[in-house]
């Protein structure tokens, strides 16, 4: 079977705090650089995977990301598949 | 001044462990997905910022990336700049 490089980002959704990111933010600050207006912090998960074609790996994957990756109620996810 | 979104990917090098991904492959498989081979993690940060120019929040923003959100030693770190 063809193998797949399934790449989903993740991150919070608009208008959903991100303390992390405003304390990167005021680390960026500090350290002398100005002008940041905003930091937004999310994840990346780089999946390796056997599957049939492309759109099934992506099917199954945007799955995964909504029942084990992310948060749906607080976060909004992408998916991009390449073949290897 | 132009104000710019850059984005910060960082992940782990090749070769370093990586726990969080393995622990995540294996949850992918025990909800029934098989033919993985690998899961990786990885951190994205977006900045929003106001700079002279693209190349010079490009350069602002890999100084901060090296000492700030990544650890040269395991993890490697790209950088993208857009224009706002």
């Known amino acids: 079977m063809p193998e797949f490089t ?3 980002y993740v991150r919070r959704k608009e ?3 991100d303390p ?3 304390t990167i933010a005021g ?3 500090s350290i002398g ?3 940041i207006s905003s930091v937004r912090t ?3 998960f780089i999946i390796r995977l056997e599957a049939p ?3 099934s790996a992506r099917k199954d994957m945007e799955k995964v990301a909504d029942k084990l990756l992310s948060n749906p109620i607080i976060e909004d996810y992408t998916v991009t598949v390449e073949q290897v």
């Open 53 to 55: 074609s492309a759109d």
């Open 15 to 17: 208008g959903v705090l």
């Open 33 to 35: 650089y100005k002008g």
């Open 27 to 29: 680390a960026i600050a």
């Open 20 to 22: 992390e990111g405003n």
């Open 42 to 44: 999310g994840k990346i």
């Open 6 to 8: 399934v790449k989903v």
